[in-house]
């Protein structure tokens, strides 16, 4: 069966990139996809020919919801134009915070998102570095996720992991997935405890775990408004860490007309040495700065979607990324 990609308007860049990736190796390119807007800013977009095809949507989903739309579309478009099987690849899956029912009368938002896709007969689901694993279990159809922090940590290669690094979790949320990356860096973990004192009370960091003496790496999925990260990094300073870096999945950054809670701002202000951001999400110049470093995750799309097609195992993908670690 042969091979297409198409893209949206999320992050053409990115798919441009895989798409040339993917060239060089298998001999296949982006496909020519149309999308646009009505003159009423309603999608208008337009495929390729894809009957008989696999068809892999890449697509990112942050805000805005119309990102989400274009995936929909697009994946009525491939099925009604008898594509041969359809995969939706979002590099980064938007609406997964509200993955559970955590107080009356809410949606599970990532559940609905993904049973929306799912309902145009799609037959496959990849992404990179979801919120939370338990997302997988939203849809009964193969559902790839991989890990994008060995790709990002290898741009501090340099450091002395097994002696004087430890990996530390924002939250108690993500200390699973700092444990697993520590495990293969031989390092230690740490994470932050937030809590507030009382009603209307400013949150308090507590550090568990042994930092002193160490450069703590905070690792996340995402960074939205940076408060908890930049307010973590102080914390690790107080009990003793020598110095913070950062280095998160998706680099949502979100602004705000308020410099307090600004999220660029909040990291220029901040005493994080580094940022290390993948390009899952576009990161324009005029969020960029000296400390942040954006490394690409289209070498690692693009095998992931060679892989899929040729129907070869993705998680050995997991295992290959760290063959930078000195053993």
């Not at 849809?139 to 922090?149: A, I, R």
């Not at 901040?270 to 576009?282: A, F, G, Q």
């Amino acid at each position: 069966m042969e091979l297409v990609i198409v893209t949206g308007t999320a992050n053409r860049p990115l798919a441009e990139e895989v798409g040339k990736i993917l060239h060089s190796k298998i001999g296949i390119n982006l496909g020519e996809a149309t999308v646009g807007r009505f003159a009423d800013g309603e999608v208008d977009l337009a495929l390729p020919e894809v009957r008989g095809r696999h068809v892999v949507i890449l697509q990112p989903t942050p805000p805005p919801a119309e990102n989400w739309i274009e995936i929909i579309l697009m994946a009525d478009a491939a099925v009604s134009s008898s594509a041969g099987e359809v995969t939706v690849f979002m590099p980064y899956m938007g609406c997964a915070r509200q993955d559970r029912k955590d107080k009356p009368h809410c949606p599970i938002s990532a559940r609905a998102m993904i049973k929306a896709v799912e309902a145009q007969q799609i037959k496959r689901f990849m992404t990179m570095d979801l919120h939370t694993p338990q997302e997988q279990g939203f849809t009964q159809l193969p559902f790839d996720n991989m890990y994008l922090s060995p790709i990002l940590l290898e741009f501090h290669r340099g450091l002395p992991w097994r002696t004087g690094v430890v990996i530390v979790s924002p939250d108690a949320g993500g200390v699973p997935r700092a444990r697993a990356v520590a495990k293969k860096l031989g390092c230690e973990v740490a994470f932050i405890d937030k809590r507030r004192d009382g009603p209307n009370q400013s949150e308090v960091m507590h550090v568990v775990g042994e930092v002193r003496g160490k450069i703590a790496v905070m690792l996340d999925d995402q960074i939205d408004t940076a408060g908890t990260l930049t307010k973590g990094a102080q914390a690790l300073l107080d009990e003793g860490a020598t110095e913070v870096h950062a280095v998160a999945s998706h680099g949502i950054l979100s602004r705000n007309p308020d410099p307090a809670k600004d999220s660029i701002e909040r990291l220029k202000r901040s005493p994080i040495k580094t940022i290390v951001l993948s390009d899952t999400v576009p990161v324009p110049p005029e969020k960029r700065f000296d400390r942040m470093h954006i490394v690409s995750c289209a070498p690692l799309a693009a095998e992931m979607i060679r892989r899929v097609h040729n129907r070869d195992p993705v998680s050995p993908l997991f295992e290959e990324a760290f063959s930078w670690v000195v053993k």
